[in-house]
């Protein structure tokens, strides 16, 4: 009997296989699907006329496709959607680590890369799909509130997918790590977490009275109102 694959791995390829520090590395699936995620954004990395272009963008991740969309007259998407290679990669800062020494100064963070090529998404119910994936991952929510894409809206925009097939993630996640010597400096050392925080939300001047944040904001944001004096 044939034994079913391991879905909860990624096979470590020559693209994808953590060379420096490996320690670090993880093929898991779940952490490399959690870093897509919570990070807001990602870059995308492709060649184009021989230049290299990374470009920051919004994505999204539903099941095992990574989406990213834009503009159809993007240069990005056109390029990308041609099938040429492609490097998707997200990066969560957790805290800076602050050593006796420069020399071991460092980060704590979390980190995927994903490689392959995307494909054009033609299809109105996958491309909606992915619209919503887009806005819920902004505020979850959100869709169900506003008004959905036009069908022009829809022939403007261009979608494309990414499958989650070949990945990789590192993490490091950890204290100060001086040489034994350096213990001895007068020298404050230690770690200041970081992390993403909303502020209070700021109300367009235009929006209609009496109309309030809903509660799938409210429930993310620490308040539902600024002060605009």
């Avoid at 979608?159 to 007068?186: F, I, N, Q, T």
């Avoid at 235009?206 to 309030?212: A, D, F, I, K």
Wanted: charged share 25%.
């Amino acid at each position: 009997m044939a034994t079913a694959p391991d879905t909860t791995t990624f096979t470590p390829t020559p693209r994808t296989r953590i060379r420096r520090v490996p320690g670090r590395g993880t093929y898991d699936r779940a952490t490399v699907e959690a870093i897509l995620d919570e990070a807001l954004v990602c870059h995308l990395a492709f060649v184009h006329d021989g230049q290299p272009f990374a470009i920051p963008t919004l994505h999204a991740r539903v099941g095992d496709t990574v989406y990213v969309h834009g503009s159809a007259a993007s240069r990005m998407l056109r390029t990308l959607k041609a099938g040429v290679p492609a490097c998707l990669t997200a990066t969560l800062v957790d805290g800076l680590v602050l050593a006796r020494s420069a020399f071991h100064h460092s980060m704590n963070y979390r980190s995927a890369v994903v490689v392959g090529e995307l494909r054009a998404v033609e299809g109105d119910v996958e491309r909606l799909r992915a619209l919503e994936a887009f806005t819920e991952r902004l505020v979850p929510g959100r869709w169900d509130e506003v008004r959905p894409p036009t069908r022009q809206e829809l022939k403007g925009t261009s979608v494309l997918a990414m499958p989650l097939e070949e990945a990789s993630a590192k993490v490091r996640d950890g204290g100060v790590a001086d040489e034994p010597e350096d213990y001895d400096l007068p020298v404050w050392a230690g770690v200041v977490p970081l992390g993403l925080t909303p502020g209070p939300p700021e109300p367009d001047p235009r929006n209609l009275p009496g109309v309030e944040p809903g509660p799938h904001i409210t429930r993310w944001a620490p308040t539902a109102t600024r002060s605009r004096t």
